[in-house]
């Protein structure tokens, strides 16, 4: 059998292109060494680069990172793995700059055991603007097939060698810490979900193993979900939220849904009936479309407010749209959902991941 490769950093785009005297580095403004990174399992995170052409010369840089995963069958072990998706440039307006990104990847020289990736992603063409820039390098964290990285408190990412920024003369910045700490989360999930249904106005449907939404001439369903926050720091500023939800079946078309914020949450999965069910606010989100995932996203709620739930509600009345929402916060919930229409009716379903929630539930 073959020998697995042994990785070797070769020199980076720049020395191809550029020889000079190296010089302190004012070009290379910010970069991710010696932060955390959190990241939720699956999902993509960036690494951001801030650099500054301000010379007559054309421009040039170079930076590269690298990580390490246990080999296996020479290659990274995809549980305990980062997936490379792209690499960007671009001034402060918006304008790109061309980039060349560049993956090596073999047996760490100095154990055999380990399986390292070496990133390099540079411009070696040579540019004449001037300017502030961005390089923006996206993982997700997911292996080889898309398996989800495996939660960790620590998977470091390290900026390799230099950052190299070229004009008239070559400006090399070694990081003091290039070290990039990758936390990565499991995805939050709901402490409570539950339906409510108008038919059935006193009746609690907690315990089912879907979340339906739907609206018919004779009754209509909306769904709740809430999450616990209890594990974010009391003095984390929460700047943004997302929560993912999965559309797993759809019968008669396709009709839209909305999520919404709903800024009590007192009420509790074995609970909550229509009559009592807390008001909601206005739209966070829209969703219309066949089978497959829902994106919501937006700002957080205050802190005051981080165990208040979302519901998820479909509705239909006079081609109005009126829906519920569910509980968004810091971390995304994955769930499946489904929307059925039938002479008129609509519906939708969703269903958590909390606990075994699998297999279906027919329509009362």
């Given at each position: 059998?073959?020998?697995?490769?042994?990785?070797?950093?070769a020199?980076?785009?720049?020395s191809?292109?550029?020889?000079?005297?190296?010089?302190?580095?004012p070009?290379?403004?910010?970069?991710?060494?010696?932060?955390?990174?959190?990241?939720?399992q699956?999902?993509?995170?960036t690494?951001?680069?801030?650099?500054?052409?301000?010379?007559?010369?054309k421009?040039?840089?170079?930076?590269?990172?690298?990580?390490?995963?246990?080999?296996?069958?020479?290659?990274?072990t995809?549980?305990?793995?980062?997936?490379?998706?792209?690499?960007?440039?671009?001034?402060?307006?918006?304008?790109?700059i061309?980039?060349?990104?560049?993956?090596?990847?073999?047996?760490?020289?100095?154990n055999?055991?380990?399986w390292?990736?070496?990133?390099?992603?540079?411009?070696?063409?040579?540019?004449?603007?001037?300017?502030?820039?961005?390089?923006?390098?996206?993982?997700?964290?997911?292996?080889?097939?898309?398996?989800?990285?495996?939660?960790?408190?620590n998977?470091?990412?390290?900026?390799?060698?230099?950052?190299?920024?070229?004009?008239?003369?070559?400006?090399?910045?070694?990081?003091p810490?290039?070290?990039?700490?990758?936390?990565?989360?499991?995805?939050?999930?709901?402490?409570?979900?539950?339906?409510?249904?108008?038919?059935?106005?006193?009746?609690?449907?907690?315990?089912?193993?879907s979340?339906?939404?739907?609206?018919?001439?004779?009754?209509?369903?909306?769904?709740f979900?809430?999450?616990?926050?209890?594990s974010?720091?009391?003095?984390?500023?929460i700047i943004?939220?997302?929560?993912?939800?999965?559309c797993?079946?759809?019968?008669?078309?396709?009709?839209?849904?909305?999520?919404?914020?709903?800024?009590?949450d007192?009420?509790?999965?074995?609970?909550?009936?229509?009559?009592?069910?807390?008001?909601?606010?206005?739209?966070?989100?829209?969703?219309?479309?066949?089978?497959g995932?829902?994106w919501?996203q937006?700002?957080?709620?205050?802190?005051?407010?981080?165990?208040?739930?979302?519901?998820a509600?479909?509705?239909?009345?006079?081609?109005?749209?009126?829906?519920?929402?569910?509980?968004?916060?810091?971390?995304?919930?994955?769930a499946l959902?489904?929307?059925?229409e039938?002479?008129?009716?609509?519906?939708?379903?969703?269903?958590?991941?909390?606990g075994?929630?699998?297999?279906?539930?027919?329509?009362?």
């Open positions: 059998m073959a020998s697995p490769p042994i990785l070797f950093v020199a980076l785009l720049l191809m292109v550029f020889i000079a005297p190296p010089a302190l580095a070009a290379a403004i910010s970069h991710p060494g010696g932060t955390v990174v959190e990241v939720v699956g999902d993509e995170f690494l951001g680069f801030r650099l500054r052409w301000d010379e007559a010369a421009g040039y840089f170079a930076v590269a990172i690298s990580w390490d995963s246990p080999r296996l069958d020479n290659a990274g995809p549980s305990e793995n980062f997936t490379f998706v792209s690499a960007t440039a671009y001034f402060d307006n918006g304008d790109p061309y980039v060349e990104a560049r993956l090596a990847e073999g047996t760490a020289p100095e055999e055991n380990v390292r990736y070496v990133l390099s992603v540079g411009h070696a063409e040579g540019d004449p603007r001037n300017g502030e820039f961005s390089v923006d390098i996206v993982l997700r964290a997911a292996g080889a097939g898309g398996l989800f990285h495996v939660p960790t408190e998977h470091p990412i390290t900026i390799v060698g230099t950052i190299d920024v070229a004009e008239g003369i070559l400006h090399s910045f070694t990081p810490n290039p070290v990039i700490t990758a936390k990565v989360l499991k995805p939050g999930t709901p402490t409570d979900d539950a339906t409510v249904r108008s038919e059935w106005p006193n009746q609690n449907f907690g315990s089912e193993n979340l339906k939404v739907y609206y018919t001439p004779g009754g209509e369903a909306r769904a979900l809430k999450f616990s926050l209890t974010i720091p009391s003095n984390a500023s943004s939220a997302s929560l993912k939800l999965y797993y079946e759809m019968y008669w078309g396709m009709w839209p849904m909305e999520v919404c914020a709903v800024g009590n007192s009420w509790s999965e074995g609970a909550i009936t229509w009559n009592n069910q807390p008001p909601y606010g206005a739209p966070l989100s829209g969703y219309e479309g066949s089978t995932e829902w919501v937006g700002r957080a709620a205050p802190r005051e407010q981080a165990d208040q739930p979302r519901e509600r479909g509705d239909r009345r006079g081609g109005q749209r009126d829906r519920h929402g569910s509980d968004l916060h810091r971390h995304e919930d994955r959902g489904q929307d059925t039938d002479h008129g009716q609509v519906a939708v379903r969703w269903r958590s991941r909390k075994t929630h699998s297999g279906r539930k027919s329509w009362p």
